[in-house]
């Protein structure tokens, strides 16, 4: 109701200025006097305005990266490289006033590892509303670009959706899920936004976030992880520097959305970061994050069963999570319900 009273009066006092400027100039004073009452009025819409709805100011825009930090720290699991290395490029890319060019994260690894899970703390950490944020913007390839034949309308939608979004928001969040299945080309629609240009037609790209989702180069990360344990060394002593070679060839040269792409070719991508393939250890952490979030009481007897209702890898060393935590929720609704029902028995 205050809304719409502040918009009916700005718009007839905008309309009483126009008409005061095309009549006599003796009531020129007048029309610049109304002029200032309809900017102020205009400044306190908007100020009014972004307190109810979103909009890309401190109100909404809150980076909180000491929260991203403990956040990946407390709820990701077995993914030490992931920690820090996503944790220093948003740091040093949000406290940079003048970056030279946006930040372009690629995640790389098997389903269940944690990409899309790092995306979501990422958003939720920087903007008030997450992932639900009009800043953020999730493409899945399957469903937004599903045909092949017309990547070139893609592309066009694709460079429209960036600038309009950007002009709205110059920390707009750009997810790419599903990079593996993404037309080829289609992303090289985005080099122009994400290469060292200070504007394009007046929009500075700089302070976006891409992110880059793919189960490319998954195989090769598996392989080296499971070397590392044959080899009798630790799982933390994997460092990026090893995997990065190897992440890069296979994105470049497996068929997806980066495979002979112009943002490998011209090291436009910041960082390509693996996901290792997750161990029965780490998976029982995540059934026990699972079971505390829903309210259930954490035994290591409800743990084991919901871990065992997994498979894993390789057959002799049952070693790896297939899945890795992607289907941990519905494991643990499906033993508590269990669970339930014995107890209910018990009881009659």
Request: proline share 3%.
């Amino acid at each position: 109701m205050i809304m719409s009273s502040y918009i009916k009066l700005f718009f007839v006092l905008n309309i009483f200025l126009t008409v005061s400027l095309a009549i006599e100039p003796i009531t020129t004073g007048l029309a610049v006097g109304v002029g200032v009452t309809a900017s102020a009025l205009l400044a306190g819409f908007n100020h009014f305005k972004c307190n109810v709805v979103e909009c890309c100011d401190n109100n909404w825009f809150i980076p909180n990266i000491t929260g991203l930090r403990t956040s990946l720290q407390d709820k990701l699991h077995g993914q030490h490289l992931v920690v820090d290395t996503v944790a220093k490029a948003v740091k040093g890319h949000i406290r940079n006033k003048n970056p030279s060019k946006a930040l372009v994260l690629s995640f790389h690894g098997w389903t269940g590892g944690g990409k899309n899970f790092v995306s979501k703390m990422i958003a939720e950490n920087l903007f008030v509303k997450g992932m639900m944020s009009r800043h953020v913007h999730l493409f899945v390839a399957t469903l937004h670009f599903p045909h092949k034949d017309r990547v070139e309308t893609y592309k066009d939608q694709l460079r429209e959706w960036i600038k309009g979004n950007t002009s709205d928001c110059p920390h707009s969040i750009f997810v790419f899920d599903e990079m593996d299945k993404l037309p080829e080309g289609l992303l090289d629609a985005v080099k122009p936004y994400i290469d060292h240009y200070t504007e394009i037609n007046g929009v500075d790209y700089r302070k976006t976030i891409f992110i880059l989702l793919s189960n490319t180069a998954g195989n090769t990360i598996t392989q080296r992880t499971y070397q590392h344990w044959q080899e009798g060394r630790k799982r933390e002593d994997i460092s990026l520097k090893e995997m990065d070679d190897l992440i890069l060839k296979g994105s470049f040269n497996e068929k997806g959305g980066l495979w002979h792409s112009s943002l490998i070719e011209k090291n436009l991508i910041d960082v390509f970061i693996p996901f290792l393939p997750l161990e029965r250890q780490h998976v029982k952490l995540c059934i026990r994050d699972d079971l505390r979030a829903k309210g259930h009481t954490v035994t290591e007897d409800v743990v084991t069963k919901v871990a065992d209702e997994l498979q894993y890898f390789p057959d002799r060393e049952q070693l790896y999570s297939k899945s890795g935590c992607k289907r941990v929720s519905q494991k643990v609704d499906l033993i508590m319900e269990e669970v339930s029902q014995t107890v209910e028995e018990i009881m009659r």
